[in-house]
């Protein structure tokens, strides 16, 4: 009997020090505490081994010593391990030292029980005949069993906190070893109170250890892993279906019952479902993706659907699952990001990139066709806006907008290019010019009380070479549109490479006037001016440019260019600025002389032009009245009151302020009783193109009149023949300037001219 025993505990303990070296080794976190347990374990067994073999009393006493600290080192590791596997987060906690000092204090009580007996004794019994001694507790035992049962309870009650609080399908990680310990306990408490002097519990215990060493370290809970994995699949935003070998599905989660419209308890249809849905699943394919998209009733929605084969652990394949995800949201979500990031807002037209974008794909990529380019302008679209307020403003735009989106024809694209700047791009067969012009370029809006007509403006381009930039067409286009005049009825140019040589010719002269002007190749030239009796009274100053490269160039190759950019005060500023140098420097027969300059309306947008001249008139020390001012009837088109006002101060510091031009623009003949004027000058020319010659006499007499009637001094240019010049002379006119008495000639020659005649 004793031999049994003893070879079942040595077994016991190999196979627990094996076991323990194992959980060592193992990479998982309870390892370690496993291993402490198992070792712990070997501790007690090997106390009873020694009880079970001894046959005297030193034996049997060193093996209960050995049993009860074994005992106490194994509830010790126990309260660990079950801290350790329940992941208890206070297993730092100073609360946790009561047990280890509970049990410290027990291992030690051990310790004295030789000197003071107080644990327990030995007596001898006779069991089958065969000697046995057996243990007779004391207090000092009580305090054992009790701190034993302490440790041990409390590793119970974690385990039965940890089973009950965790949901039920973690429960199984803990109940499982929760009935070991449970078996473990009972077995081990009827043998300590049944006092047999061999303790089979021990073999309990020993069980308890290797089932807590394979089911901490080795158990895998599969129907904890299927059910987690299952609710996984389950919540997951994807529909998925899992097929069996032979395509037949065995499960869906909730999405993809919902998706086909079947129950998660009867999935038949599935597969039926599927192929009326998705034009492919990847059939024949192991592992598939694809995107899709399905029309419903209540819209269009897109899906990415893939597909992935299950294999076995040999390989061979058991089956495959379908995900497919719902992209709808996301999808129309970056359709609209697209759809903002190429369409204006207010319009809903292309943006220009976009359009520019588009024009460049087509114009590229279908060479049979030729197309245009259409740069449509609102004329004054800023006065609509200061007059009837943005919200109109915005409603023109859209008018527009909407009167091409319905004109459009096939093959157009046209969008938004800038605040009040539109851009078609279309086949030049499909062109409408003529609607454009009737339509588009004038039309009105109202506000209740006001109308306001709005105009547009339309450069054309004809692409020749498709392969230019876009942006260089569209400036073409916006060139052709800049030629356009203020005219009511010319709405549309159309680009021509002249255009494109002006513009460059333009340029060229603009960066050249600054250095024209320092090195004097910009002149004035003089005209004569004669009295009734053909007397040399002053000159005009004309302006003229000796260019290197371009020869003499005369004031209408590029005043326009000038008045258009600004520049012009540049130039006038060097004309007063010499004829006042001129003016000085005459002296003797000349003193008398005057000198009248033109003064361009630009000049009042960039410069105080009384004061520039009063300054110049003050730094030469001329007589205000020999420096005279032409101005032109465009000057009073705009902010006619201040113009007038300056006017006045030119004639208050004794200039002398002639009106050029008069009849030859839109003459206002109510602005002209109220003009401070001294001198009206009459254009022949515009007389010259009047056919019937009787009738422009008329004219000219009446304006002669008037303007004696007025009292100011008449001068009449243009004046080429003798004829001329005695009619007008007999027509009561006071002074005279034309080819007839003399062109335009250098200072120089003016000078001889004077001397001459005088001589
Ligand atoms: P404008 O001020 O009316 O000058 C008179 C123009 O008529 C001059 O042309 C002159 O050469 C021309 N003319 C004079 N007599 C006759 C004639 O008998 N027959 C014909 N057919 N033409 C005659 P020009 O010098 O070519 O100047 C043209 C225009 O350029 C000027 O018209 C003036 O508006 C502008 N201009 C000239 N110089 C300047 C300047 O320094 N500053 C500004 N702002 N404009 C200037
Ligand atoms: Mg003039
Ligand atoms: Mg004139």
Known sequence: MREVFAIIYIVLIVLLGLFGVISKKSSKAIGKAVSYLLFTFIVPIAGNLILVLSENELLSTIGSYTYFIGMDLMAFSLFDFTLSYCNIPWRHNKKIYFIYTLLTIDVLQYFFNPFFGHAFGMEAITVDGTLYYRLVPYLGQTFHRIAVYIAFITSLGIFIYKTIRVPRIYAEKYYIILFTMVLAGIWQSYYIFSRTPIDRSMMGLAVCGMLIFYFSLFYRPFRLLDRMLANIASKMSEAIFFFDASKRCIWANSNGCKLLEVRSDNLEHVNQRLFAMFDDLGVGQDNWSSKQSVNFEKGTQYFSLDKHIVTDAKNKKIGYFLSIQDNTEEILKHQQEIYEATHDKLTGLFTKEHLFNQIKNKVSSETETSYSIAYLDIKDFKMVNDIFGNDTGDLVLKRVANWIRENATEGWAYGR???????????????????????????????????????????????????????????????????????????????????????????????????????????????????????????????????????????????????????????????????????????GDKANLFISVNISPKDFYFMDVYAEIKALVEEFKIDPSRLRIEITETVMMTEAESRMAILSKFRKSGFIVEMDDFGSGYSSLNQLKDMPLDVLKIDMKFLSKAEDNHRAETILRNVLRLSSDLGLFSLTEGVETEDQYKMLNEMGCNLFQGYYFAKPMSVADFEKLCDKNKG
């Open 417 to 587: 290019l800038s605040g009040d700047a539109f851009g078609i791009c279309y086949p030049t067969s499909t062109e409408k010019l003529d609607l454009v012009q009737r339509r588009l370029s004038k039309f009105v809006i109202s506000n209740g009380s006001i109308d306001q007509h709005i105009l547009m403006h339309v450069g054309i381009y004809r692409i020749i070479d498709p392969s230019i930039d876009v942006s260089i067409m569209f400036d073409r286009a916006h060139l052709a549109l800049t030629t356009i005049k203020n005219e009511y009825n010319m709405h549309i140019a159309i680009y021509d490479d002249n255009m494109r040589n002006q513009l460059l010719w333009d340029q060229k002269i603009s960066t050249e006037l600054e250095g024209a002007i320092e090195n004097r190749q910009i002149v004035p030239y003089l005209q004569p001016i004669v009295d009734n009796k053909g007397t040399i009274i002053g000159a005009e100053a004309l302006v003229r440019w000796l260019h290197p490269e371009e020869g003499f160039l005369p004031p209408f190759k590029f005043i326009p260019v000038f008045e258009k950019n600004g520049m012009i005060a540049q130039v006038d500023k060097y004309i007063w600025r010499s004829a006042c140098e001129i003016i000085s420097s005459w002296n």
